[in-house]
């Protein structure tokens, strides 16, 4: 129990950065750009606000380094699990192209912010 408040709370804020990003590459920088570049911009946003949010938790929070890697892993979970949700019943996509229908280019760069997203909590101290 001691990780899943802190867990729950590095997801929120990470997530509701992407839902307020989503529909402005969505709208505005895939019809101009494309996905690939959209993704692309998108990414170091999302980092800083990975960032910011984990060195936040991390002050709200303090725990051991275990503890930190566990609700940063807990939170990806949460991460993964919201994505498959949106994925399989708004866009109606399978569960298998939720994951693996990527960019070549940007996809991976999607998936390396996802390990960032998950031990960054236990690299970072409070900010």
Known sequence: MAIFKPALFYFLIVFGAGFILGPIRMFLIVPRLGIRWAELLELPVMLTVIYFASGNIN???PQGPAERLGYGLLALAFALAAELAVAV????????GAFLDRDPVSGPAY???????AILPRLRTAS
């Open 59 to 61: 002050k709200r929070f």
């Open 89 to 96: 019943f708004v866009q109606g996509r399978s569960i298998r």
């Open 111 to 117: 998936y390396g912010s996802l390990i960032i997203f």
